[in-house]
T-cell receptor, first 117, second 117 residues
Framework: GAVVSQHPSWVICKSGTSVKIECRSL??????MFWYRQFPKQSLMLMAT?????????EQGVEKDKFLINHASLTLSTLTVTSAHPEDSSFYIC?????????????FGPGTRLTVL | AQKITQTQPGMFVQEKEAVTLDCTYD???????LFWYKQPSSGEMIFLIY??????QNATEGRYSLNFQKARKSANLVISASQLGDSAMYFC??????????????FGTGTRLTVIP
């Protein structure tokens, strides 16, 4: 099956610092990965689409300078929350499209819970 | 308009009974895909089942089946023989467009299922 890992699973940081979250596809190569944000008891909100070898595509209202995305290889995408503030505290979850399927199914990582003090 | 509507914020089911979680969708595309994901309290999003718009048969995966009614634009998830481990949030999602093009998944607001012993 398709396995996606995410690291770290949780992080606590001080306001003003930057935090990097890694998303890896473990058993397949993913040209496209996605970053979502989820507030408590709410649905997933797509933040950006990460494409290997090109710039990420951000959704309307998502600050690209705030949420830096780098798709460094076919198995790794990173999200860096720069100058984090308490309002950035949230659950961040990535997914990767498995090209081996003919359904474009997205497989999700376990998520990262970010708390900014 | 909402692309995915899940009208049941919460559902209860007796252990070993079947339960249906409702999902309706809105799209003008002829080609689209419908997905169901399970999110336990740990936060990970687990892919359950997929239905393509051109699939004539309802999708089935073990105890999960998808009741696809294209004319009504509904894609209800049926869980048979419920188990305590089925207690979780369930999200319906849709990918619009042809497989070669579209990427985004649109998520519903989710249904919290509680299985009662």
């Amino acid at each position: 099956g398709a396995v996606v890992s995410q690291h770290p699973s949780w992080v606590i940081c001080k306001s003003g610092t930057s935090v990097k979250i890694e998303c890896r596809s473990l058993d397949f190569q993913a040209t496209t990965m996605f970053w979502y944000r989820q507030f408590p008891k709410q649905s997933l909100m797509l933040m950006a689409t990460s494409n290997e070898g090109s710039k990420a595509t951000y959704e309307q209202g998502v600050e690209k300078d705030k949420f830096l995305i780098n798709h460094a290889s076919l198995t790794l995408s990173t999200l860096t929350v720069t100058s984090a503030h308490p309002e950035d505290s949230s659950f961040y979850i990535c997914s990767a499209k498995d090209p081996r399927t003919n359904t474009d199914t997205q497989y999700f990582g376990p998520g990262t819970r970010l708390t900014v003090l | 308009a909402q692309k995915i509507t899940q009208t049941q914020p919460g559902m209860f089911v007796q252990e070993k009974e079947a339960v249906t979680l409702d999902c309706t969708y809105d799209t003008s595309d002829q080609s689209y895909g419908l997905f169901w994901y399970k999110q336990p309290s740990s936060g990970e999003m687990i892919f359950l089942i997929y239905q393509g718009s051109y699939d004539e048969q309802n999708a089935t995966e073990g105890r999960y089946s998808l009741n696809f009614q294209k004319a009504r634009k509904s894609a209800n998830l049926v869980i048979s023989a419920s188990q305590l481990g089925d207690s979780a949030m369930y999200f319906c999602a849709m990918r619009e467009g042809s497989r070669a093009g579209a990427n985004n998944l649109f998520f519903g607001t989710g249904t919290r299922l509680t299985v009662i012993p």
